[in-house]
């Protein structure tokens, strides 16, 4: 797993994420220019807690989309959030996380549900 959190860039400079083959905001094709966030910090802009999550994963589950602002651009990226409350406003790091389900509870095959990724981290 990379610890890297990666963006893209079109050659209009707009950006996505996750890499899609068009840019939604100006229709050319997503190159693979790439911008690492992994160091810079998101801006909470809404949130959801599901108090009874699927199987597998962790109660309750907060799921936050960040946005980050760069060189002009912004991108929203949807993910989990640590911890057990979140405001909009936040302001958050991403934490790469090695499994994001808990293969124990899952009620498919195990191997079929190891995920890594990030999940955001409010800095306090």
């Keep these: 797993m990379s610890d890297k959190l ?3 860039k079109c050659s209009n ?4 994420y996750p890499k899609h083959s068009i840019c939604s905001e100006c229709g050319v094709s997503i190159g693979n220019e ?7 910090k998101g801006t ?4 959801t807690k599901s108090t009874v999550p699927p199987p597998g994963v962790r109660k309750p ?12 651009e912004t991108v929203a990226l949807l993910g989990g959030i640590e911890g057990e409350s979140v405001s909009i ?13 808990d293969t124990e ?3 498919r ?10 999940r955001f981290k409010i800095v306090e």
Aim: charged residues 10%.
């Design 109 to 118: 095959e195990k191997g079929s549900q190891t995920w890594s990724g990030h």
């Design 34 to 40: 790439m911008v690492d966030i992994s160091n810079l």
């Design 105 to 107: 509870y899952c009620q």
């Design 44 to 47: 909470v802009v809404t949130w």
């Design 61 to 72: 589950n907060i799921i936050a989309i960040v946005e980050y602002h760069i060189e002009g």
């Design 13 to 16: 400079g707009h950006l996505c």
């Design 89 to 101: 406003g936040d302001i958050v790091n991403a934490i790469p996380v090695s499994n994001l389900r």
């Design 6 to 8: 990666i963006v893209y």
